[in-house]
T-cell receptor, first 109, second 114 residues
Framework: RKEVEQDPGPFNVPEGATVAFNCTYSNSASQSFFWYRQDCRKEPKLLMSVYSSGNEDGRFTAQLNRASQYISLLIRDSKLSDSATYLCVVKKGNTPLVFGKGTRLSVIA | DAGVTQSPTHLIKTRGQQVTLRCSPISGHKSVSWYQQVLGQGPQFIFQYYEKEERGRGNFPDRFSARQFPNYSSELNVNALLLGDSALYLC?????????????FGPGTRLLVL
């Protein structure tokens, strides 16, 4: 079983739609959780950290369920510029980042 | 401030050759990590360095090696290249190794092995 698993995608949604990505992780000792965004042929960039209480940044909302080892990202009012691959990432202590395969999102006009 | 820089941006090699990739972290950052991203996959951890010492190694063969210099820049070396080494090689830097530290990625070096 992979350490971080994500919806394979691709997700093709119209502008203005709400889209949700899910991710599960296998290591219950994981302590830090992130969503990274990666544009085509570019490096991953931190979108947001994910906290147990849930957190929101504008149109983006992240949730963490430690009991189910489940992370989610909700994007409201999708924009064309949201088209990218979204990577679910977990980390335990000082160990390196562990990435999922990513979920590709295409927002269509 | 400049972000993480990597060189070269692109590289074409043939099987059996050796390659050296370079990374300069954000000024003040003492930790550098290397990741390999093959097409359609998420980045996979290769090495982590902090204060010039290796602090972690991923599941990669001994053909892969790295080092960190006194100015905290880093090099990744790959010997005896295989076709499967074709990938985007990403360098990430952070201030420290602490759990909460954000890692910032460079633009990567795209390696093609023919």
């Amino acid at each position: 079983r992979k350490e971080v698993e994500q919806d394979p995608g691709p997700f093709n949604v119209p502008e203005g739609a709400t889209v949700a990505f899910n991710c599960t992780y296998s290591n219950s000792a994981s302590q830090s959780f992130f969503w990274y965004r990666q544009d085509c042929r570019k490096e991953p960039k931190l979108l947001m950290s994910v906290y147990s209480s849930g957190n929101e940044d504008g149109r983006f909302t992240a949730q963490l369920n430690r009991a189910s080892q489940y992370i989610s990202l909700l994007i409201r009012d999708s924009k064309l510029s949201d088209s990218a691959t979204y990577l679910c990432v977990v980390k335990k202590g000082n160990t390196p980042l562990v990435f999922g395969k990513g979920t590709r999102l295409s927002v269509i006009a | 401030d400049a972000g993480v820089t990597q060189s070269p941006t692109h590289l074409i090699k043939t099987r059996g050759q050796q390659v050296t990739l370079r990374c300069s972290p954000i000024s003040g950052h003492k930790s550098v990590s290397w990741y390999q991203q093959v097409l359609g996959q998420g980045p996979q951890f290769i090495f982590q360095y902090y204060e010039k010492e290796e602090r972690g190694r991923g599941n990669f063969p001994d053909r892969f090696s790295a080092r960190q210099f006194p100015n905290y820049s880093s090099e990744l070396n790959v010997n005896a290249l295989l076709l499967g080494d074709s990938a985007l090689y990403l360098c990430a830097s952070s201030l420290r190794l602490a759990t909460e530290e954000t890692q910032y990625f460079g633009p990567g070096t795209r390696l093609l092995v023919l």
